[in-house]
């Protein structure tokens, strides 16, 4: 098996080709803004790098989000053409499960909580709890301002870069679990597609994109 790996929904950029009992070669660059220019390149680097061509994947990961529309909709179609080029599935992982559980290996507490920016000054986040070596929703994925998350979710240590652009509401940033790190994204997607868990491909918007066509914008 050689995972494909990759994630968009975050200020991230990244890339992970894995295959079995052979650590993970990663491509990540962080640029909120490039994700189209760059998600390409990654790809071509980190096939390189591992001594692989796009024929020896068997599977595509890609991070469904959720995340802003622009970012997170490059990952998705990137994923999904290169499934259908390649003859291999595709899986998805939301993206916030990817943080949770990259979380977990940096404190011993039993519940974080993954808070990411989505722009017009609000946080998608979600609550999880410790289940052996897994991070367990507690919660569905959400949206809103960081201050308006209950007070009690507010001050569990927190993952993403939720913390770093509302300290005065996320108090509990557990340092250095920024962005996805697509390893731990390819170790998900490998551990579900051998307990034969559905990864359905569905992006994870949560709300209408910032920009819309004219027809979309009068049917608001």
Do not use: K
């Not at 940096?106 to 808070?115: G, K, M, Q, R, S």
Request: charge should be negative.
């Amino acid at each position: 098996m050689l995972i494909l790996a990759l994630d968009t929904a975050t200020s991230a950029i990244a890339v992970a080709v894995a295959r079995d009992d052979v650590a993970p070669v990663v491509a990540v660059e962080v640029d909120p803004r490039a994700h189209t220019e760059r998600l390409a390149p990654l790809v071509a680097r980190a096939l390189g790098e591992a001594g692989a061509t796009p024929a020896d994947v068997t599977d595509v990961v890609v991070g469904t989000g959720p995340g802003p529309f622009t970012g997170l909709r490059v990952g998705m179609v990137t994923a999904v053409t290169t499934g259908l080029a390649l003859g291999v599935p595709v899986h998805g992982v939301c993206t916030l499960d990817v943080l949770a559980e990259q979380g977990l290996g940096a404190t011993d507490a039993d519940e974080l909580l993954v808070a990411t920016d989505a722009r017009r000054r609000e946080v998608y986040w979600a609550r999880y709890a410790r289940d052996g070596d897994t991070a367990r929703p507690v919660t569905e994925p959400a949206v809103g301002p960081a201050g308006d998350l209950p007070d009690e979710v507010r001050a569990l240590p927190t993952v993403g870069r939720g913390p770093l652009l509302y300290p005065d509401a996320l108090t509990a940033p557990l340092d250095g679990v920024l962005d996805t790190d697509p390893a731990v994204l390819a170790r998900i997607g490998a551990r579900r597609l051998a307990a034969g868990t559905p990864m359905p491909v569905e992006p994870l918007y949560l709300r209408r994109p910032d920009a819309l066509t004219t027809a979309e914008r009068d049917l608001r």
